[in-house]
T-cell receptor, first 111, second 114 residues
Framework: RKEVEQDPGPFNVPEGATVAFNCTYSNSASQSFFWYRQDCRKEPKLLMSVYSSGNEDGRFTAQLNRASQYISLLIRDSKLSDSATYLCVVNWGGGGNKLTFGTGTQLKVEL | GAGVSQSPRYKVAKRGQDVALRCDPISGHVSLFWYQQALGQGPEFLTYFQNEAQLDKSGLPSDRFFAERPEGSVSTLKIQRTQQEDSAVYLC????????????FGPGTRLTVT
């Protein structure tokens, strides 16, 4: 079983839609959680950290459920420019500064 | 300012050849990471340096893979006797002091082993 699991998609949504991605992680000792974004044939970039209380950054909302070992990312009012692969990322502390990436969920926002 | 740079951007190697991939991190970033990304997968951790010290090499898939950062800035990932399964994009990332998770990635080197 992979340490970080995501539905690979693709999720095809119309512009303006709300879309949610989920991610589960297997190591209950995991301490820190992030979402990275990767455009096609480009490098990953940090989108946002995920805090236990949930956090929002503009149209993006991240949630963490430690009991279920589950992370989510909600995107409201989708834009064409949101089309990318969204990578769920976990650091379990005991592994030092190593980040463990999920496979990624592909989002395509269409007119 | 300048981001992380990697060279070459593309490398085609014949099976059995040795290759060397270079990473120039952002100036002042003490932490440097190497990842391997296969098609359709997320990046997989290979190794991590803090300055010149290699603190974690648990992700290196075999003893054919070797990384170094002798002066704490530029790093080289070397793959000896390349195999077809080594074909992937090799990503380098660096992070500023105190924020290991905010990793700035380079554009990657796409390695194809024929």
């Amino acid at each position: 079983r992979k340490e970080v699991e995501q539905d690979p998609g693709p999720f095809n949504v119309p512009e303006g839609a709300t879309v949610a991605f989920n991610c589960t992680y297997s190591n209950s000792a995991s301490q820190s959680f992030f979402w990275y974004r990767q455009d096609c044939r480009k490098e990953p970039k940090l989108l946002m950290s995920v805090y236990s209380s949930g956090n929002e950054d503009g149209r993006f909302t991240a949630q963490l459920n430690r009991a279920s070992q589950y992370i989510s990312l909600l995107i409201r009012d989708s834009k064409l420019s949101d089309s990318a692969t969204y990578l769920c990322v976990v650091n379990w502390g005991g592994g030092g500064n190593k980040l463990t990436f999920g496979t990624g969920t592909q989002l395509k926002v269409e007119l | 300012g300048a981001g992380v740079s990697q060279s070459p951007r593309y490398k085609v190697a014949k099976r059995g050849q040795d290759v060397a991939l270079r990473c120039d991190p952002i100036s002042g970033h003490v932490s440097l990471f190497w990842y391997q990304q296969a098609l359709g997968q997320g990046p997989e951790f290979l190794t991590y340096f803090q300055n010149e010290a290699q603190l974690d090499k648990s992700g290196l898939p075999s003893d054919r893979f070797f990384a170094e950062r002798p002066e704490g800035s530029v790093s080289t990932l070397k793959i000896q006797r390349t195999q077809q399964e080594d074909s992937a994009v090799y990503l380098c990332a660096s992070s500023p002091p105190g924020t290991y998770y905010e990793q700035y990635f380079g554009p990657g080197t796409r390695l194809t082993v024929t």
